[in-house]
């Protein structure tokens, strides 16, 4: 009897709209696949800031530099939810890639914060992007993200507004093409 090939899991790679998502939340995002399973897949939209900072957004006592970052739209699910990357050098329970994690808790935030260091680097998000058992399987089949490999570089952006054109024009001249489309096709 053979069984169905799992699908191959997708975490740690970037999504990246592949010019079929247009009119949707994902319209040019970047997504960072940060758990995919059998039961389901969970993202962070990496490109995607609110008009808030963190401080505006949670009330809570953290360090002035972490409440002076731009809060980020992570997905359309549960807004008020708080989730965040945190990346450092040395990170032995990084469950994204090596030196990354991703938290979901205020407390564990909080206890960032108190020793906040020079090396560490957190990005804050409002809200995530999920999918349940086989969703994301049949999105990759119908093409509708481009993957990338994540690395703490891409994820930490320091223009995150531009990530996706960027990463899109190297994916080969059909993309390019893409990346260099006015936003509003009706400008053309």
């Given at each position: 009897m053979s069984h169905p090939i799992q699908p191959q899991s997708l975490k740690g790679m970037l999504l990246l709209d592949s010019g079929k998502l247009a009119g949707?939340?994902?319209?040019?995002?970047?997504?960072?696949?940060?758990?995919?399973?059998?039961?389901?897949?969970?993202?962070?939209?990496?490109?995607?800031?609110?008009?808030?900072?963190?401080?505006?957004?949670l009330v809570a006592n953290l360090p002035q530099a972490l409440k002076e970052q731009p809060l980020y739209l992570g997905g359309p699910v549960q807004p008020q939810a708080l989730s965040f990357l945190h990346s450092d050098a040395f990170?032995?329970?990084?469950?994204?890639l090596p030196n990354l994690l991703i938290g979901h808790s205020l407390d564990s935030l909080l206890e960032l914060g108190e020793g906040f260091s020079s090396t560490q680097k957190v990005k804050i998000f409002a809200g995530y992007a999920?999918?349940?058992?086989?969703?994301?399987?049949?999105?990759?089949?119908?093409?509708?993200?481009?993957t990338h490999p994540a690395s703490i570089e891409l994820v930490?952006?320091?223009?995150?507004?531009?990530?996706?054109q960027t990463i899109i024009r190297q994916k080969?001249?059909?993309?390019?093409?893409?990346?260099?489309?006015?936003?509003?096709?009706?400008?053309?």
């Open positions: 949707s939340f994902f319209h040019r995002s970047v997504m960072l696949i940060c758990e995919h399973s059998p039961e389901g897949a969970l993202g962070l939209v990496l490109n995607r800031a609110t008009p808030n900072k963190v401080g505006e957004a990170l032995p329970n990084a469950n994204v999920g999918w349940s058992a086989g969703q994301l399987d049949d999105e990759m089949r119908r093409e509708a993200w481009v930490f952006h320091s223009h995150p507004e531009g990530l996706w080969g001249l059909k993309f390019r093409l893409i990346a260099d489309c006015p936003e509003d096709p009706s400008l053309n």
